[in-house]
């Protein structure tokens, strides 16, 4: 309606007096639609998609198919980039839950590292990144779905380097973890 507002002087009064007569539609606003799940009726709205769109997945659920994004070596870029500016200063550059936020009093979450946190869904992950969960607020609006799917990929890869079996480890990692000096403990 911002266009009805803005009208000033006698061509502004000539405007309104005609689109008070018109109803002052706003062919964006006040246009001929389907609401959601009404049945469709009728010639015009034949070329409309299914509602719900087929392949579409419920909240919730856990059996969304994998995200239309290859786990390749940008998307890991991405997903550093990510995590680093808007998820460690909670979780922490690792994820033990250590960031800035937490130590200055905001609620500690659980570690990436977790048996609970490894074997959890991506799909799982990636609802508590879109949704949030608790005192987490939701990035949906703040993060597109390549950088929410991102984001999770570089979760799956803090925890591989936090927990490699030990045979696959270089050599000199080997030296350094039998000599005591590598650190890296479940929290
Ligand atoms: C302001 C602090 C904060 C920020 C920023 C934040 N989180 Fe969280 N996050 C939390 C807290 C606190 C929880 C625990 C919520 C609960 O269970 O009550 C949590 C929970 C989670 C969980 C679930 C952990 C579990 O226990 O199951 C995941 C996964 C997660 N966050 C990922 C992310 C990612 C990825 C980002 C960045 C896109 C992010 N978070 C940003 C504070 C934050």
Redesign the pocket.
Known sequence: MKSCVRMRGWLGGWLLAAGILGGCADPMVDQRKLEAYEPRRGRWIVALPDLPPSGAVAVGSDSVPRPPFTADAALFALGRT??DV??A???GVTGVGD?E?VRRG?????S?HLA??RE?SDAA?HE??ADG?????G?SEL?DPRE?WA??AW?RALQRAWSVPVDRLADAERRQLDSGAAGGRDR
């Open positions: 990510v995590h808007h998820c200063p909670c979780h960031g936020v905001f609620p500690r979450p659980r990436y609970a946190l959890a992950l508590v990144v969960r608790g005192s987490m607020v990035f993060l929410r984001a999770v979760i």
